[in-house]
């Protein structure tokens, strides 16, 4: 193990505790002592490593639950040991692989083989999420109970959304028997057709079929009515809109067992950004209107969404490089999904401790892991921000081996300059690359 650490001279943001002062981080045997007022005054015994903070701030290390890998089988887009690389320098500790790789992540064989390639080439914790039905076809259902024991933290179909209403029931039930999650991505597929943006006078404007917003609430009102009649655990991946917002403060109030989450690009970007026929703004689902940004972050602020994730999606220049409409959904995320968050904070629009909450602590929670917390005791998975530090996102920086950033020039301000995994520093590199 390392030698005990002291991070000193520290913000200390612990939302697991409601702590936002100042303070200390002490870390030994690869798990937290003590962090917040009290630990400043532990004093520093020989031999232990010591980092003078000088007022940055120390947050529970990001559990990002919406990460796109390609390993297995198209390694060439992203490998878990890159996705692990660009999670470290972004002050992502624990990140969750969706299914949809090839082979499907539905067997208990392939969820050992992500967590023993995990182990051997990652940075940082990495676990998969299996899929729902058997080769993401929609039909037959997975074997949830072997790949819950297997290691599968949840159930999803990745970037597909289930057609049949009663398959969704049947996984709701058979989720509910194992206590397991099913995290769904809401868009009707007949009402999204051909659509590629927005429906909206922009996508008139630039001569784009688009997507309503009906195609996602309409999918997610069946979801929360089957979720109330199952009572089985239910969680929307990433909405976009005002109106689902409404569905899920409905659901709630009514007592459901039901969680929402968003990409960071929803709520720090707009159908406008999409300017002239920029693909690295295609996304799924689309960049929605202004109004409906505005939504996003409200709900943020008052917790009708529990969860940001990065949907790091990594896109090679074929798929990319296209017309827009026959361009690949997705952008990258991993590096930037903390700074842009914090665009929200600068703003007055969020508070700090609210939005660490989204992106760490209540993922760890809704997810049963370890992470997302300074309490003593934690494992000593952490990221130190200097919250104020200006810089400019550049492609060739990116650490993901794919660069399909919808953030490529935009100046952030807010940056991860360490990070540790069980006690463990992570980033900067010990190779040296590229380290803050």
Request: hydrophobic residues 45%; negative net charge.
């Amino acid at each position: 193990m390392p030698r005990p650490i002291l991070l000193a001279n520290a913000r200390i943001v612990d939302p697991s505790r409601g702590l936002d002062s100042p303070g200390a981080v002490v870390v030994s045997d690869g798990r937290i002592v003590a962090a917040g007022p009290e630990a400043a005054n532990q004093g520093t015994p020989e031999g232990w490593e010591v980092f003078d903070c000088a007022g940055k701030a120390v947050i529970p290390g990001l559990v990002d639950m919406r990460v796109f890998v390609g390993e297995p089988g198209a390694e060439h887009l992203e490998t878990l040991e890159t996705a692990s690389r660009a999670a470290a320098a972004g002050g992502v500790t624990t990140l969750v692989t969706m299914p949809d790789t090839d082979p499907v992540i539905d067997d208990p064989a392939l969820v050992d083989f992500v967590l023993r390639r995990a182990r051997h080439s990652a940075l940082v914790n990495i676990h998969p999420m299996a899929a729902v039905t058997k080769g993401l076809a929609g039909e037959e259902l997975s074997e949830f109970g072997l790949l819950k024991d297997a290691g599968a933290v949840a159930f999803t179909e990745g970037r597909r959304s289930l057609r049949n209403a009663q398959v969704m029931r049947n996984a709701l039930t058979y989720g509910r028997d194992f206590d397991a999650l099913i995290v769904h991505h809401t868009e009707d597929a007949d009402l999204a057709s051909a659509g590629v943006m927005n429906e909206s006078e922009v996508a008139t404007r630039l001569g784009l079929p688009g997507i309503p917003r009906e195609a996602e609430t309409i999918l997610l009102e069946r979801d929360l009515r089957l979720a109330r009649l199952t009572r089985g655990r239910y969680h929307a991946a990433q909405l976009s809109c005002a109106a689902s917002l409404d569905a899920v403060r409905h659901a709630k109030a009514g007592g459901l067992s039901v969680t929402a989450g968003a990409a960071i690009a929803h709520l720090s970007l707009n159908e406008g950004d999409i300017g002239s026929y920029r693909t690295f703004f295609k996304m799924s689902p689309p960049l929605r209107s202004e109004e409906d940004r505005l939504a996003m972050v409200e709900a943020l602020a008052d917790g009708t969404l529990d969860i940001v994730v990065s949907a790091h999606d990594p896109e090679d220049v074929e798929g990319k490089r296209q017309p827009f409409a026959e361009a690949a959904d997705g952008a990258v995320g991993l590096e930037t999904s903390l700074a842009v968050g914090l665009r929200l904070v600068h703003s007055g629009d969020v508070p700090l401790l609210r939005l660490v909450e989204a992106m760490s602590t209540a993922p760890a929670s809704l997810l049963g892991l370890a992470g997302g917390t300074l309490k003593p005791g934690a494992p000593a998975d952490l990221a130190v921000v200097d919250l104020n530090r200006p810089w400019v996102v550049t492609e060739e920086a990116l650490n993901s081996r794919s660069k399909n950033t919808c953030f490529e020039g935009a100046k952030l301000s807010g940056r991860v300059t360490r990070t540790l995994v069980a006690g463990r520093t992570v980033y900067p590199y010990a190779d040296g690359e590229r380290g803050a």
